[in-house]
């Protein structure tokens, strides 16, 4: 058996490279106490209506699941897959690889985002989105990184606000991996990340 490292080192941040690399933690718990509050706001809100709820692939697939089972309506749901152009992706040139399968005209939309970042995204999907007609159109996001925004959003069910660190977990990934974690983490050196990824993610698979 190892032997244990001295306690208060045990509990040094700064001698664990692992634990330094996180910042934001959202656990499964915060994150499914906020998503049961969002579901509660939408029920009240859409009483009597269907709402019909747009996820975008594939970051924002696990806060649907959730958010659909704390909803207590005949709600129906459809999804879009998008591609980002630009530098970074970040241009708000956005190319739609999936559509949806069917008309939005007359239907109370809600938009389902896993985070907004500069708002370019969510801007584009808008637009496109009000070009079809719906009855209504809100949005509802799990994160809000608002000191990276760069267009305004209209933001009317917002999960968490979050400072600007890279965050994975509960759907949003690194290169394709960590979505399955089951809670959200901020990455603040992504390079430890990929040097200590397993000890990093461990406390949260
Ligand atoms: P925006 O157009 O800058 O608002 O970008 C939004 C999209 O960028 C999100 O839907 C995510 O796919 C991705 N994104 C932004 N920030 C993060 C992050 O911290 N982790 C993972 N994906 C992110
Ligand atoms: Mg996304």
Redesign the pocket.
């Known amino acids: 058996m190892e032997e244990a490292p001295p306690a208060d080192q045990a509990r040094d941040p700064a001698q664990d490279p692992a634990q330094n690399a996180v910042g934001l933690v959202l656990s499964a718990d915060d994150i499914r106490e906020r998503v049961a509050e969002l579901g509660a706001q939408i029920t009240r809100d859409y009483a009597g209506r269907s709402p019909l709820l747009v996820s975008?692939l594939k970051?924002s697939v696990l806060f649907l699941a959730d958010l659909v089972r704390a909803i207590d309506l005949p709600v129906r749901v459809d999804f879009m897959a998008i591609s980002?152009y630009g530098p970074g992706g970040?241009s708000?040139v956005v190319r739609i690889l999936k559509d949806l399968s069917s008309s939005i005209e007359n239907e109370d939309v809600i938009l389902v985002?896993?985070?907004?970042?500069?708002?370019?995204?969510?801007t584009y999907l808008l637009a496109n989105l009000r070009s079809r007609q719906p009855r209504s159109l809100e949005v509802c996001a799990l994160l809000d990184?608002s000191v990276?925004r760069i267009i305004e959003v209209p933001l009317k069910y917002k999960g968490f606000d979050i400072p600007d660190?890279?965050?994975?977990g509960y759907g949003?990934?690194?290169q394709g991996r960590y979505r399955n974690l089951r809670g959200i983490i901020g990455v603040r050196d992504i390079e430890s990340l990929s040097e200590h990824a397993e000890e990093v993610v461990a406390p949260y698979v």
């Open positions: 975008v970051g980002s970040r708000g985002e896993d985070i907004i970042d500069t708002g370019l995204t969510v990184k990276r660190e890279f965050v994975i949003l990934d690194y």
